[in-house]
C-alpha cells in the first residue's frame, strides 16, 4: 500500500466545507477597504483617490465613489490614511449588478 | 441570462423564471468554460487552484471543459484586449442557451484598465454580464461564492453592504 | 447474336469517324459529328462485348491479307469480350466528353481523327484470330497512342514522356513477337484457337520461356514494376480524354496479353509460373500506391493509381494459375473471373477520373494539388461525380471496386487450399500486400479527392472554378455505370460465368451465385455476400441518423452557430493541410523506397525568418530510373560506341562487307 495514503488517512480530509461551513483560511486573504466617514475628510479623500492605482475610488461631490470592483485590496489606501480605511475581511464580494459594486461613502461633515 | 423565446427572438424571459431555471438546471451539474481576454494569468492561476483537493468544485457538482458547445457558464478573466473580441463573442455565440456569464477579477470589472486603442478595459460591453466577482485575483472561495451566486445557492450580499463603518451618532 | 458483325460495324463507325474528324475536325459541327459517330461505335461495341461474353468463342473469319502480310483472321473470344465492352463503354464516355473538352482547331480534327483509329486498332487488337493480325494491330494501336499523346508537341515534357511510351512499347513488341513466334513455330500454325488446341504440343521449357517473353512484353504495356516508368511520364501529358483511354483501356490491353498467355494458349504450366506473376502483381500494387502519395500532379497521381490496380489484376490472375497448379479448378476460373470484374471496374473509374481531371485542369489552369482546393462548392455536379469515382477506386462499399477486391481478396484467402505449406504462405503474402495497397489506397484517395475538393482554395484560380461549359455527360455516365456495375454486380458476375464455362471450362454460376443476388467464392464454406443487399443496407443504415435527428429535434426556435472552430478570427488557405503534408507519414515510414534527397536554403544562419524565407525541397530518388534503366542505356550506349567504328562512312569498307557477306553465305550454303 502506498505510504502517502497512509500519511493522507493520518491528517485526515483537508478539503474547505465551504460554503456549509466558514472556511478558517479566510482570514488570511486581501480584502477591499470599508472606509471610516467620520475621519473621512476632503483632503484625505482626494488624497485617497490619488493614491489608488486602479481607480476604485472617486470624488462625487461630497461623496467618496467605491468601486468595489475596480479593488484590487493593494492596501495603499490603508497605508495612506490607516485612521479612514481598515481592511474590511469581506470576500464574499459576487454581485449580480455591477451597480451593487458601486458604494457611495458621504465625507465626514456632509449630511448622509 | 439570455434565453431563446418560441419565435427564436433573443428576448430576456422574465428575470424570476430564469433564475428558477438556471437554478434548476445547474444548481448541481455545472459545465464551466474559462476564457482569457488577455488576462496577467493570475485569475487563472486562482480559477486552477479550484479543481485542487482543498477547494475541489467537484464535489458542488460544477466542472471544467474546454468545448463552448458543452458548457453552461462562461468565466471570462481580463480586460478584453480588442485583438481577441471576435474570437470571445465567436466562444458566447457557441454556447447553447440557456447560458450565464460571469466576469472575474478587476480587469474585467473594468478597474485596472481604461479602454484605450489595445483593450476595452473590462467585459460588460462585449457580452450580457450575470454575476460580477471582484478581487486581483479573486480568492478561490470568492470564486466559488461568485459561481453559487451565479447558480442560484446562494444570495448576492454584497449589495447589502455598504463598505462604511457606522458613524458615531452626532 | 453473333457479336463479329456488331464489332465490324463498330469498326466502321470509328473509321467514318475519325476521317470526319480529319476532314471537318476544325469546326465544331464537325467534332460534334465525328464524336457522335464515334459514340455509335461504342454503343456497339459495348454491346457486342458483352454478347461475346456470354455467346462463347464466335468462329474465326478471314478478313482478307495478302502475302506480304499474311491471312488477316479475325475472332470475337469470350475473354475479350469484357475488354470489348469496356473500350465501347469508353468510346461513348469519351464521345460525350470530348466536344466541350476541345477547342475547335485543326490539330483538334487530327487528334479525335488519330483517337478514333486507335480505338480501332485496340478492337482488333481484341478480335485478333492470328498472330499477325495481333502484331499488326497491337503495334499499330502502339503508334497511334503516341501520335494521341503527342498532341501538344512543343511542350517538352510532353515529348519526352510521348518517347518513353514509344521506346518502351517497342521494347516490350520485341518480346511479344518473340513469344508468338515460339508458339507458332512449335505449334505449326498462326491461328490462335488452334495454338491453343495444340498447346500441348510445346515443350516445358519453351512454354516457360514464351510465357516470360509474354510476361515481359505486355508487361511493359500494362504497366508492371519495374517496367511501369513511362506510365507515369506518358499518361499526364496527353489531353485528358487520351490520358483516361490509356489508363483505362491501353493498359488493359497488356493484362489481356497476359491472361491470354496464361488461361488461353499455356494453360496449366508449374506452380512457380503462377507465383511469379503473383509476386509481380503484388509488388507492383504496392510500389504503385506508394509513389503515388508522393505526387503533386493529379494526373501523375493518377497514372501510378493506375499501375496499383494493374498489380491487383495480375495479383489475382498469378494466383490463379498457382491455384491451376494444385488442381483447384474452382479457384483458377474464380480468379480469373474476379481479375476482369476488376478490370472492367477500373477502366470505368479510372477514365472517369482521368475526365475530371482534365476538367479541373481547365477550370483552374492547374494540375498541381497543392494550388486547388474548395472546388466542391463552386463544381457542385463534378465533385458529386468525381466522389463517386472516388468512392470506386478506394474500394468502399458499396460500390463496385470494393466488389471486385472482396472477390479478389476471398480468392487469395482460400490459398490453403492448395495443400502446400509454402505456397499458402506466399499466397498470404500476396493477400497482405494487396491488404496494404487497399489501405494506402484509401488514405491516397482521401488526398486525391480532400485537398482539391474540400476545405478552402489555395489559389485564385481554384476560388474562380466553375464548372459551367464543362463536359458533365461523360463522367455522369461512367459514374451511373460504377453504380450500376456495383448494384448489378450479381448480373455482371454470371455474365463473367458464363464467359469462364468458354475460356476454361469450369461451371462456375452454381458455385459463385447460388442465390440470385448472393455472392460466393467458389467454395460455399467459406464466405459469401451480396453486394445488391449491401447497398440496400446502408441505405437504410444511412436513413437511421437522419430520422433520429427529425424525430428527437428541438421543437420551437434554435439558434444556428458555425462550428466551434476555436475562435480562429479567419481562416487562411495556408491553415489547411497540404497535399504532401498529408501523405508525409508515408514518406517517413518508407524512406526506404524512396530516399529522398532533402536540400535546405537559407540566407543566413540566422533562426529561420528573420533574414529571409527558407527553402525546402526534397525529392524521391526515382531507383527505377537510376539503377535499372540508366545502367541498361549506358551499357547499350557503350555497345553502340565499340560497334561504331563499322559505320565508318569509307564506300571501301562496305563494299568489303559486301563482299564478305557474300563470302560466307556461299560458304555456308556449300558447308
Not at chain 1, 67 to 78: K, L, P, S, W
Not at chain 1, 80 to 95: I, R
Not at chain 3, 114 to 143: C, D, H, K, Q
Request: glycine share 10%; hydrophobic share 50%; aromatic share 8%.
Amino acid at each position: 500500500m502506498p505510504l502517502w495514503t497512509l500519511r493522507g488517512l493520518r491528517r485526515g480530509v483537508v478539503t474547505t466545507r465551504y460554503p456549509a461551513r466558514p472556511d478558517p483560511s479566510a482570514v488570511l486573504l486581501p480584502t477591499p477597504p470599508v472606509f471610516r466617514p467620520d475621519a473621512l475628510t476632503s483632503d484625505l479623500a482626494d488624497r485617497l483617490v490619488a493614491v489608488c492605482p486602479s481607480r476604485a475610488l472617486g470624488r462625487d461631490g461630497d461623496v467618496l465613489v467605491f468601486d468595489v470592483g475596480a479593488c484590487t485590496a493593494c492596501g495603499r489606501c490603508r497605508a495612506e490614511a490607516p485612521q479612514a480605511a481598515e481592511d474590511s475581511g469581506e470576500f464574499e464580494l459576487a454581485a449580480t449588478a455591477r451597480e451593487h459594486l458601486i458604494k457611495r461613502i458621504a465625507l465626514d461633515g456632509s449630511p448622509r | 441570462m439570455t434565453s431563446q423565446s418560441a419565435t427564436g427572438l433573443n428576448v430576456p424571459a422574465t428575470s424570476e423564471e430564469l433564475r428558477r431555471t438556471v437554478a434548476r438546471m445547474f444548481g448541481r451539474s455545472l459545465h464551466i468554460r474559462t476564457l482569457d481576454t488577455g488576462s496577467c494569468a493570475s485569475c487563472e492561476q486562482e480559477i486552477r487552484l479550484l479543481a485542487a483537493p482543498h477547494y475541489d468544485l467537484h464535489r458542488l457538482g460544477f466542472f471544467f471543459t474546454p468545448a463552448p458547445r458543452h458548457a453552461d457558464l462562461l468565466m471570462v478573466t481580463g480586460p478584453m484586449v480588442r485583438a481577441f473580441e471576435t474570437a470571445a463573442r465567436k466562444t458566447y455565440d457557441a454556447m447553447p442557451d440557456p447560458k450565464v456569464v460571469v466576469a472575474t477579477g478587476a480587469c474585467a470589472l473594468g478597474g485596472v484598465y481604461q479602454p484605450d486603442p489595445f483593450t476595452h478595459g473590462g467585459v460588460g460591453g462585449t457580452f450580457p454580464v450575470d454575476v460580477w466577482i471582484p478581487g486581483c485575483p479573486p480568492s478561490p472561495l470568492a470564486l466559488l461564492q461568485g459561481l453559487l451566486v451565479a447558480v442560484g445557492r446562494l444570495a448576492d450580499q454584497v449589495k447589502d453592504l455598504d463598505f462604511a463603518l457606522n458613524r458615531t451618532p452626532r | 447474336m453473333n457479336p463479329l458483325p456488331v464489332m465490324a460495324g463498330a469498326a466502321a463507325a470509328w473509321g467514318l469517324a475519325a476521317l470526319i474528324a480529319l476532314t471537318c475536325g476544325s469546326t465544331r459541327a464537325g467534332i460534334r459529328a465525328s464524336c457522335a459517330v464515334s459514340g455509335l461505335g461504342g454503343a456497339a461495341a459495348l454491346a457486342a462485348g458483352v454478347s461475346a461474353l456470354l455467346s462463347g468463342n464466335s468462329r474465326v473469319v478471314t478478313a482478307g491479307g495478302s502475302v506480304v502480310v499474311g491471312t488477316l483472321q479475325l475472332q470475337a473470344t469470350s475473354l475479350a469480350g469484357v475488354f470489348v465492352a469496356l473500350l465501347g463503354l469508353i468510346a461513348v464516355a469519351t464521345a460525350l466528353y470530348a466536344p466541350r473538352y476541345h477547342e475547335p482547331g485543326h490539330t483538334t480534327g487530327l487528334y479525335l481523327g488519330v483517337f478514333n483509329l486507335a480505338v480501332l486498332a485496340s478492337l482488333a487488337v481484341l478480335v485478333a484470330g492470328n498472330v499477325v493480325t495481333f502484331l499488326v494491330a497491337w503495334e499499330t494501336m502502339a503508334l497511334l497512342c503516341y501520335l494521341l499523346i503527342l498532341r501538344r508537341p512543343r511542350r517538352s515534357e510532353v515529348a519526352a514522356g510521348a518517347f518513353w511510351f514509344l521506346a518502351l512499347s517497342e521494347v516490350g513488341f520485341v518480346a511479344i513477337i518473340a513469344a508468338f513466334v515460339i508458339l507458332a513455330a512449335k505449334t505449326h500454325t498462326m491461328q490462335l484457337d488452334l495454338i491453343a488446341a495444340r498447346a500441348h504440343l510445346v515443350s516445358g521449357d519453351w512454354r516457360v520461356a514464351a510465357y516470360l517473353l509474354a510476361l515481359t512484353g505486355f508487361g511493359f504495356k500494362a504497366g508492371l514494376v519495374p517496367l511501369h516508368v513511362w506510365l507515369p511520364e506518358a499518361h499526364p501529358v496527353a489531353p485528358a480524354d487520351g490520358s483516361a483511354f490509356l489508363s483505362g483501356l491501353i493498359t488493359k490491353l497488356g493484362v489481356y496479353g497476359i491472361a491470354l498467355f496464361g488461361f488461353v494458349l499455356l494453360p496449366g504450366g508449374p506452380a512457380w509460373r503462377g507465383i511469379l506473376t503473383m509476386a509481380a502483381g503484388a509488388v507492383t500494387a504496392a510500389i504503385g500506391i506508394l509513389y503515388a502519395l508522393n505526387e503533386r500532379d493529379i494526373k501523375r497521381f493518377l497514372a501510378f493509381s493506375t499501375i496499383e490496380n494493374i498489380g491487383i489484376i495480375v495479383t489475382a490472375f498469378g494466383a490463379a494459375m498457382t491455384f491451376l497448379a494444385y488442381g483447384q479448378r474452382l479457384l483458377w476460373a474464380f480468379l480469373l473471373l474476379a481479375g476482369l470484374y476488376h478490370v472492367a471496374n477500373h477502366g470505368t473509374y479510372k477514365t472517369l477520373l482521368f475526365q475530371e481531371a482534365g476538367v479541373i485542369e481547365h477550370v483552374t489552369g492547374t494540375r498541381d494539388f497543392d494550388r486547388l482546393g474548395g472546388l466542391a462548392h463552386r463544381m457542385p455536379r463534378s465533385s458529386v461525380i468525381t466522389f463517386l469515382g472516388t468512392l470506386g477506386i478506394a474500394a468502399l462499399p458499396p460500390l463496385n471496386g470494393f466488389v471486385s477486391e472482396w472477390l479478389i481478396f476471398q480468392g487469395l484467402f482460400q490459398g490453403f487450399r492448395t495443400g502446400s505449406h509454402l505456397v499458402a504462405i506466399l499466397i498470404v503474402l500476396a493477400a497482405g500486400t494487396l491488404g496494404l495497397t487497399g489501405g494506402l489506397a484509401v488514405y491516397a484517395f482521401v488526398r486525391g479527392y480532400g485537398i482539391p475538393f474540400l476545405g478552402m482554395p489555395r489559389t485564385r484560380q481554384a476560388a474562380a472554378a466553375s464548372e459551367s461549359r464543362q463536359p458533365q455527360a461523360g463522367p455522369a455516365l461512367l459514374a451511373a455505370a460504377c453504380v450500376a456495375l456495383a448494384v448489378g454486380a450479381p448480373v455482371m458476375l454470371a455474365g463473367l460465368a458464363r464467359a469462364m464455362r468458354t475460356v476454361t471450362g469450369v461451371t462456375l454460376r452454381p458455385v459463385l451465385l447460388p442465390g440470385n443476388l448472393t455472392v460466393i467464392p467458389a467454395h460455399t464454406n467459406f464466405s459469401g455476400f451480396s453486394p445488391t443487399w449491401l447497398t440496400v443496407f446502408l441505405l437504410a443504415v444511412s436513413a437511421v441518423p437522419v430520422l433520429i435527428y427529425l424525430a428527437g429535434r428541438p421543437r420551437g426556435g434554435s439558434r444556428i452557430e458555425p462550428v466551434w472552430d476555436g475562435g480562429i478570427v479567419e481562416f487562411k488557405p495556408r491553415m489547411q493541410y497540404s497535399a504532401m503534408t498529408f501523405s508525409a507519414p508515408t514518406r517517413v515510414m518508407f524512406d526506404a523506397l524512396y530516399r529522398p534527397s532533402v536540400s535546405v536554403h537559407r540566407a543566413s544562419d540566422d533562426p529561420a525568418g528573420s533574414s529571409g524565407p527558407v527553402h525546402y525541397e526534397s525529392e524521391a530518388t526515382p531507383i527505377f530510373e537510376r539503377y535499372l534503366y540508366r545502367p541498361v542505356i549506358r551499357a547499350f550506349e557503350w555497345l553502340a560506341d565499340v560497334v561504331r567504328p563499322i559505320q565508318s562512312g569509307d564506300v571501301n569498307l562496305y563494299l568489303f562487307y559486301v563482299f564478305a557477306a557474300v563470302l560466307v553465305a556461299y560458304l555456308i550454303a556449300a558447308l
